[in-house]
């Protein structure tokens, strides 16, 4: 069992040399456990986890700086915010079929049951009403039918998929691309507050982690790593998160759906990518038979 020292090492991993959740699996894989990252030499630890002197240096600042680092850690916890590692049982048992999976994962609210169903319902930011409408309709009548909706938090279908499934009393796990204190967008405050009673927000990132675009396109693979299907209830024509949700998909062999409304390029470039069509008309129990 990894114990609080092992949490602390890689929380300074992450957050204070800044590594990846490529590079960290590497570290682990080669050094077994975070201990042993830790005390290696720093030249072995450069060769293998590919590390630029930049990176090296936050290294060796932080093994100075590790009581301060744990102090840290200490203060995120004791605000309410969850902290579960990779190396954790309750991980989410999701995530591991990732080829990158968040080496630690914060959250406010429950994990996700792996019992139960998990739907990612997905789509671009850019939705007209109708849009919004469809997305809420899926996150109800999918929570109605037992599973839990993941989406983003976004504008959009990830709003209408998170207001759907708390509309019918079910559960939703919001993703975020940035830490728990910079809610993006910021009018989606109060609906983050309701999913962390009803589900959680989670993030790969501390609390105090802005957002950006990169961290925005990253959070997609957390996304469809948690669900068992993905539903792209809307698509535009620079609809980036929703395309990198389905490579992502496809990547871990999952099943995609592409709610067709139009014979756009980009709903033909995501056919193309491995979505499946289906009507407009909601067909929860078609999306749950593929399970």
């Not at 600042?61 to 309750?90: C, Q």
Request: hydrophobic residues 40%.
């Amino acid at each position: 069992m990894p114990t609080a020292h092992d949490l602390t090492i890689l929380f300074a991993l992450t957050s204070a040399v800044r590594l990846g959740p490529k590079t960290m699996a590497a570290l682990l894989v080669h050094f077994r456990d975070p201990e042993g990252i830790w005390e290696a030499n720093i030249d072995e630890i450069a060769r293998v986890g590919k590390l630029d002197s930049a990176s090296t240096g936050r290294f060796a600042e932080a093994r100075m700086k590790y009581d301060e680092i744990n102090s840290e850690l200490d203060r995120i916890i004791d605000d309410g915010t969850n902290v579960v590692s990779i190396l954790d049982a309750h991980y989410p048992e999701r995530l591991r079929r990732l080829a990158d999976p968040p080496t630690i994962l914060y959250h406010r609210g429950e994990l996700p049951d792996p019992e139960q169903p998990a739907i990612a319902v997905v789509g671009t930011h850019k939705a007209d009403h109708e849009g919004i409408a469809d997305a809420v309709a899926w996150g109800k009548g999918l929570v109605e039918r037992g599973a839990v909706v993941v989406s983003g938090l976004a504008r959009g279908i990830d709003g209408g998929g998170h207001t759907g499934a708390l509309a019918s009393d079910g559960k939703t796990y919001a993703v975020l691309g940035s830490g728990f204190a910079n809610i993006y967008p910021p009018e989606h405050r109060q609906l983050a507050e309701k999913i962390t009673e009803n589900g959680a927000l989670l993030s790969e990132y501390p609390p105090k982690t802005p957002l950006t675009k990169q961290r925005l396109v990253l959070r997609n693979r957390i996304i469809v790593g948690l669900a068992d299907a993905v539903v792209v209830v809307r698509v535009h024509e620079d609809t980036r998160g929703s395309m990198e949700a389905i490579r992502r998909a496809r990547n871990i062999a999952i099943p995609i759906f592409l709610v067709a409304t139009d014979t756009s390029s980009v709903a033909q470039r995501a056919v193309a990518e491995g979505a499946v069509p289906i009507a407009q008309e909601p067909d929860f129990d078609l999306v749950l038979n593929y399970l």
